[in-house]
């Protein structure tokens, strides 16, 4: 069988599924499990139960945000997506975005309306990038 890199996302849940799979009739077909068909073989592949879900980086994010040490909250955020393989890397982003960007909401809180809410998101996104340019990744 020939190697599919993770970066060639198509390509590889189509291979995860083709190993997993026997005898599909269709490209759809491939993409349906349980009666249901979904848009992506990404999707099929993880509601087959073929690929793990988020759930440690979440609670790994959970037990850090506690903390409330912005910086190195981003720092980990950077190091699980370098290194790890996180299926919804934009969830994660979203479900811990306050946490990531209140030292930038300190900073800017004479900032009012959209203008605190861009820089601060600015800010957190330049650092989160800074971080992953450093990790040799962006």
């Given amino acids: 069988m020939i190697h599919v890199s993770p ?3 198509q390509r590889f849940y189509m291979r995860v599924m083709l190993c997993h799979r026997k005898g599909p009739t269709s490209f759809e077909n491939l993409r349906t499990v349980d009666d249901v068909t979904y848009d992506s073989y990404r999707e099929a592949a993880l509601h087959a139960g073929y690929l793990e879900d988020d759930s440690e980086w979440v609670a790994c994010m959970t037990e850090a945000s506690q903390f409330r040490i912005p910086y190195q ?19 994660l982003w979203e479900r811990f975005y306050d946490d990531f960007s209140l030292d930038f909401g300190y900073k800017y809180r004479s900032l009012e309306g959209n203008a605190k809410e861009e820089m601060v998101k600015f800010h957190t996104l330049k650092n989160l990038n800074d971080l992953l340019l450093a990790y040799g990744s962006a």
Avoid: C, K
């Avoid at 909250?73 to 969830?91: D, K, M, N, P, W």
């Fill in 7 to 9: 970066r060639d996302a």
């Fill in 73 to 91: 909250l981003r720092q980990l955020f950077a190091t699980i997506i370098v290194y790890s393989q996180v299926v919804e890397v934009g969830a």
